[in-house]
């Protein structure tokens, strides 16, 4: 069964740090690029950013609502996604969902986790 | 405002057939990027539903259906049931964000 379980939600202030996990399992997790979509509450999807994986050299790529904030990793011994948000805003708070696809697929995504409430407030 | 411009909502009676359009520009999906759809039953995570514009992934039944002209795509979904109220989102590729965009969603309601 394939599962994407994210952890490390919470509440934090404006200009706050967070880290967000995302544990897979039960795919070939080095053979998929890996994502962060977030969901404001009551709006629609917003892509984060990607990072690909060995053989498309794990580069990442960026919104730009979160470029120079936001840094995507993963750990493909651990099959597990990251992310780190730094000077965390308002307008950042958003249920954060990692998805996978398989390389060279065309972009869509094939599994989601359940998600992930982050709430940035004073 | 999103580079996919989908309807806000939709609805149907039960049996019926709706579709939902996605119109994108010249950078996304006339630039020839495929488009995706994806549900959102409530308080869960999206799931997708067509792949590379026309492709339903095992386990979707053929009752949704994708296609693309030009700039744009839809999603039909015939033979409308109360368990197809959900949120639809479409998601392609932007050249000119260097990155992927979505539809804003649109609400499915079934009468």
């Known amino acids: 069964e394939v599962q994407l379980v994210e952890s490390g939600g919470g509440l934090v202030q404006p200009g706050g740090s967070l880290r967000l996990s995302c544990a897979a399992s039960?795919?070939?997790?080095?053979?998929?690029?890996m994502d962060w979509v977030r969901q404001a509450p009551g709006k629609g999807l917003e892509w984060v950013g990607r990072?690909?994986?060995?053989?498309?050299?794990?580069?990442?790529e960026y919104a730009a609502s979160v470029k120079g904030r936001f840094t995507l990793s993963r750990d493909d011994s651990k099959n597990s996604l990251y992310l780190q948000m730094n000077s965390l805003k308002v307008e950042d708070t958003a249920v954060y969902y990692c998805?996978?696809?398989?390389?060279?697929?065309?972009?869509?995504?094939?599994?989601w986790g359940q998600g992930t409430l982050v709430t940035v407030s004073s | 405002q999103s580079v996919l411009t989908q309807p806000p909502s939709v609805s149907g009676a039960p049996g019926q057939r709706i579709t939902i359009s996605c119109t994108g520009s010249?950078?996304?999906?006339?630039?020839?990027?495929?488009v995706h759809w994806y549900q959102q039953l409530p308080g869960t995570a999206p799931k997708l539903l067509i792949y590379?514009?026309?492709n339903r992934p095992s386990g979707v039944p053929d009752r949704f259906s994708g296609s693309k002209s030009g700039t744009s795509a839809s999603l039909a979904i015939t033979g409308l049931q109360a368990e197809d109220e959900a949120d639809y989102y479409c998601?392609?590729?932007?050249?000119?964000?260097?990155?992927?965009?979505f539809g804003g969603g649109t609400k499915l309601t079934v009468l």
């Open positions: 998805a996978s696809g398989r390389v060279a697929s065309g972009g869509y995504y094939s599994y």
């Open positions: 039960g795919f070939s997790f080095s053979d998929h690029y």
């Open positions: 990072t690909r994986n060995k053989g498309n050299s794990y580069t990442t």
């Open positions: 010249s950078s996304n999906i006339g630039a020839g990027y495929d």
């Open positions: 590379n514009n026309i």
């Open positions: 998601q392609s590729y932007d050249s000119s964000l260097s990155g992927w965009v």
